[in-house]
């Protein structure tokens, strides 16, 4: 029985790591299509985002019942046992919880309200999308094997987090302007992610790296223990996101003319989209199931 | 200098720690203790643990598959020692298996048996 609650949990946290990425893509949305942007295309990105985010709030509600279950031990049942909630809600996992949804549900309001006002500018989205980022973020560091960690450590995993919900959040929103615009635009587009990507890609490998130093005694744990292992399978994958993303650089984009490459290029995005699901599958499982 | 003075700040909030420190929980005494074999059946169930811990789930069960109720309740608060009275046992080996968040909200289950002669 344990494997499901195993099972749901490691999908409610998956479901909860794209909501929130979604959001950070939609934040980031006018800044990368950039000066003169037009309303429209944001307000499309966002209406998609919303949905995502709304799957990230169930998401949320799953993994806190599915933790519950496993807590308890008493079957299904213990999901919706009324202790058991309670107590857990008294937890860190409560906090964890709580901290989510409110930054979902707080997500979900920043998105309707800005596509509904008439002001055009989004200097104020930012800033309030990144309140409610520092907030997911802060409630990843809540919980897990970090929590227990100095301020420092804490620090790293929250640069950790918020530069991968901004990089992985971004790529759906460039595959769906890169199906949507011509090659001369998505060129410049592609080309202003490029620049932007440079020091939170770096900030992610660094934060990631120190974090993967304190959380192993020792080289030989790393792939002698299943952690270790996921681990490195996940460092593969990452970095097979980075290829993809150097081929856009290098191969792709400078080509971007014809409509044969930019169908080349949206087909390529769709590809790392399907590495950064396998990449938050695995982070759910790493924080979820197993323990350095 | 001043990456200097980046790389010096990092290192005096990171410094207290080289390695992951592990909330190693660890069960220090049971009665009945673990493969304990017994002339006669146990009056209670007792958990020492090494920190205070949260208990959510702990079952009693016959080499069968009985389950043995001692009424058990799961607490809000952490305590590093818990016991229950037991009711009569039958001869068997019985599994105690139990289940402890850490409190970065991780789930710790383990068991141990003992004999009733």
């Not at chain 2, 700040?9 to 069960?27: C, G, I, K």
């Not at chain 2, 090494?50 to 309740?73: C, P, Y």
């Not at chain 2, 608060?77 to 599994?95: D, F, I, M, N, V």
Request: charged share 10%; hydrophobic share 55%; aromatic share 10%.
């Amino acid at each position: 029985m344990s494997y499901i609650f195993d099972i749901l949990q490691v999908a409610g946290k998956t479901l909860f790591y794209i909501g929130f990425s979604a959001f950070a893509g939609a934040v980031y949305a006018p800044l990368l299509i950039g000066s003169g942007t037009n309303k429209k295309d944001v307000q499309q990105i966002l209406i998609v985002a919303e949905k995502v985010i709304l799957t990230g709030l169930l998401g949320v509600l799953l993994w806190f019942f599915a933790k519950t279950g496993a807590m308890a031990a008493m079957g299904l049942a213990g999901m919706i046992d009324p202790l058991m909630l309670n107590i857990m809600w008294s937890t860190a996992v409560g906090d964890a919880a709580l901290m989510r949804v409110l930054g979902l549900l707080g997500a979900l309001v920043l998105s309707m309200t800005y596509r509904h006002t008439t002001v055009t500018t989004q200097y104020w989205l930012i800033p309030a999308g990144v309140t409610l980022i520092m907030l997911l973020a802060a409630s990843i560091v809540r919980i897990g094997h970090i929590s227990d960690l100095p301020f420092g450590y804490q620090a790293v995993l929250v640069a950790h987090v918020i530069g991968v919900a901004w990089w992985l959040g971004s790529v759906p929103v460039l595959w769906r302007l890169a199906t949507r615009n011509d090659s001369g635009h998505v060129k410049q587009i592609m080309q202003r992610f490029a620049k932007h990507a440079a020091m939170p890609v770096g900030v992610i490998v660094l934060s990631g790296a120190t974090m993967a130093y304190t959380l192993f005694n020792s080289f030989d744990a790393v792939y002698q223990t299943r952690y270790g292992q996921l681990l490195l399978l996940k460092l593969a994958l990452v970095g097979c996101i980075l290829l993809i993303a150097a081929h856009h650089k290098w191969f792709l984009v400078p080509e971007l003319k014809a409509s044969l490459s930019r169908t080349r290029l949206t087909r390529s995005i769709g590809f790392e989209m399907l590495f950064m699901t396998a990449v938050f599958i695995i982070t759910a499982a790493l924080t979820t199931v197993l323990s350095p | 200098m001043i990456k200097f003075r980046s790389f010096l700040l990092l290192s005096v909030l990171l410094s207290p720690l080289s390695t992951f420190a592990h909330s190693d929980v660890e069960l220090q005494k049971s009665i009945p203790a673990d493969n304990a074999m017994l002339m006669s059946a146990p009056k209670a169930l007792l958990l020492n643990f090494s920190n205070d811990v949260r208990l959510t789930a702990i079952s009693l069960t016959s080499e069968k598959g009985e389950s043995i109720d001692f009424s058990f309740a799961p607490a809000f608060k952490k305590s590093a020692s818990y016991q229950w009275k037991l009711p009569q046992l039958p001869p068997s080996t019985y599994t105690v298996s139990y289940v402890l968040m850490s409190d970065d909200g991780h789930k710790i289950a383990q068991d141990y048996t003992f004999m009733v002669h």
